[in-house]
């Protein structure tokens, strides 16, 4: 949700977008500090996040919106029935893929992990666009070396 959106999730995706592009902007900024800046794409698993949705409670302001309203509803249903489903993982491989970056050595990790099998085909060919892209940027904006992970205490800072 940090890099596409649903209807009806506009403030999630939003939340997401925001943590999205500050991860990307600290992985320049901090790569010449000894400090590493990495993002989690886990997808959906089971947790209580949708036990915590509050539904509207003004129900014909919903109903003006008609097929919208509608449209959101199925929406959220089918987060609900994956939530739920017995196929969609737990939370312990996002948990575990955590622990393995914290384990690994800085300037080793890499920026983006897609710890569930279901989700990696989806975003696989967009985060090597995505990178492509973050190096092209470094090119236009003449900051190569912010690509490049700097030891801590190399760099004289």
């Known amino acids: 949700m ?3 959106v649903v209807p009806g999730f506009a403030a999630y995706s939003a939340s997401k977008f925001a943590l999205e592009a500050l991860a990307d902007v600290y992985r320049y900024e901090l790569s010449q500090l000894g400090i590493d800046s990495v993002i989690v794409e886990p997808g959906i698993h089971r947790t209580p996040i949708l036990e ?3 539904p509207p409670t003004d129900q014909d302001r919903v109903h003006e919106y008609g097929s919208t309203a509608e449209a959101i509803e199925r929406v959220k249903g089918v987060f609900d029935a994956a939530s739920t489903a017995a196929e969609t ?3 312990e491989g996002v948990v575990e ?5 914290i384990e690994t050595p800085a300037g080793e990790r890499p920026f983006r992990t ?3 099998a279901a989700i990696q085909p989806l975003l696989e060919s967009y ?3 995505a990178a492509t892209i973050r190096d092209t940027l470094a090119q236009i904006f003449k900051v190569p070396e912010l690509t490049v992970f700097q030891q801590a205490g190399s760099t004289g800072v």
Do not use: M, Q, S
């Open 2 to 4: 940090g890099r596409a």
């Open 52 to 54: 915590r949705f509050i």
């Open 89 to 91: 993982p737990g939370r």
């Open 114 to 116: 897609v710890p569930t």
């Open 127 to 129: 985060n090597a666009l």
């Open 97 to 101: 893929v955590f622990v393995r970056l």
